[in-house]
């Protein structure tokens, strides 16, 4: 489930970087309630674990009245960790529907500039496009959302570490 949540992270970063930084603010509330609902989800399961144990070892015991007690918070916690599960499982996909619905609206008017592709071309680094860099901003984000790689990207502006500075101008390879 972690890893599903870190891959949407990456769908949403990659978004924010591919739109110019647009609408950044609502993806971080979307990641910020992910991350909530996966915490609550995380102590509830915990919360589920500790009391099945209890439960088996007062049915060890022999305890039933607080077996039976135990067992109704029990089915309260599951309906709980269902409801949160179904929740996050709801906003993943809005925020994928959302995310999709940019990236095919970019689309369009990245094909659309071939007065710079063609000057580009001419250069001996290929076509490319600018891309201005925003605060949060490295390499590797930047790569993952223009779909390339860090070393081409170091290659074609003649980088040789990592940093950036905020509103310096980036050439990144068009494939």
């Known amino acids: 489930m972690k890893r599903t949540i870190v891959a949407i ?28 609902i996966t915490g609550q989800i995380d102590v509830l399961q915990a919360n ?15 305890a039933s009245d607080e077996t039976e007690a135990l067992r109704s918070r029990i089915a309260s916690l599951e309906s709980t960790v269902a409801s949160l599960r179904k929740e996050l499982s709801e906003q ?28 580009a071309e001419s250069s001996q680094s290929g076509p490319y496009r600018e891309y201005t860099v925003a605060s949060g ?15 081409k990207i170091r290659d074609m502006n003649n980088l040789k570490g990592d940093s950036l500075k905020v509103g310096q101008k980036l050439k990144i390879p068009m494939e």
């Open 137 to 151: 901003d490295n390499l590797w984000l930047v790569s993952k959302a223009f779909n390339t790689s860090v070393q």
């Open 48 to 62: 589920l674990d500790d009391l099945s144990a209890r439960v088996s070892k007062l049915e060890r015991a022999g």
């Open 92 to 119: 993943r996909g809005e925020i994928v529907k959302d995310i999709s619905a940019r990236i095919a609206k970019m689309q369009p008017a990245q094909s659309s500039t071939p007065k710079q592709a063609k000057s």
């Open 9 to 36: 992270c990456a769908i949403c970063a990659t978004s924010a970087f591919a739109d110019g930084g647009r609408d950044s603010f609502v993806q971080q509330q979307a990641y910020a309630a992910m991350q909530r």
